[in-house]
């Protein structure tokens, strides 16, 4: 069975937005590119919101050949292209998802009976970047297997918060990490346990 990971970059004070939905507050540094690309690495299917899709399709294909992007984001945006992406919106249509036209459109209805049909299929990690309105609800219906937090050293003060309500399931810390560099260190959880 694969496993639903989640990936969420977060303030100390447990924001993943700013105020104003400001998403670039965030302490994204070269350690979040390059866990990113470390969990791309294990994954065969990334599962977005519409939101972050409409994001991720107007930003990483450009960092394929960008001059000044890293090698991590160069990295990235080539497994974001080969990647198997699965969108749950009501909202996007087919054909208006270029330039990842092959990404398959699930409807919110039909989201946890897909997911966890997807999550029965051989194959490697489903991963979960952004989409915070959609992982939460993937967790509030057990089907989260992981949360890995990239907590920053930055307190926003307002904004996004992480949990848009009390999840309600037990996590228990699998590891651990830093960064160096970086004062951002990543949590990994296992979720329901």
């Known amino acids: 069975m694969r496993k639903l990971i989640v990936v969420a970059l977060t303030s100390l004070d447990g924001r993943v937005e700013g105020p104003g939905r400001n998403f670039m507050a965030m302490p994204a540094d070269h350690s979040f590119d390059g866990y990113c690309a470390e969990r791309l ?82 194959g490697r990690d489903i991963l979960v970047f952004g989409s915070n309105v959609l992982w939460n609800d993937l967790l509030r219906a057990g089907l989260v297997d992981e949360l890995h937090v990239m907590v920053g050293p930055v307190a926003l003060g307002g904004g996004t918060t992480l949990f848009d309500r009390d999840p309600q399931t037990g996590l228990r810390l699998l590891a651990n990490r830093t960064f160096p560099g970086s004062g951002n260190v990543v949590l990994q959880y296992a979720v329901g346990t």
């Open 41 to 122: 690495r294990t994954a065969d299917t990334l599962l977005l919101g519409r939101a972050t899709f409409d994001l991720f399709r107007g930003f990483w294909p450009s960092m394929a050949g960008h001059p000044e992007a890293t090698a991590d984001q160069r990295e990235i945006a080539r497994l974001d292209d080969a990647i198997e992406k699965v969108v749950v919106s009501d909202s996007l249509a087919a054909g208006r998802t270029a330039p990842w036209d092959d990404a398959l459109i699930v409807p919110r209805a039909e989201a946890h009976a897909r997911i966890a049909a997807l999550k029965k299929e051989d």
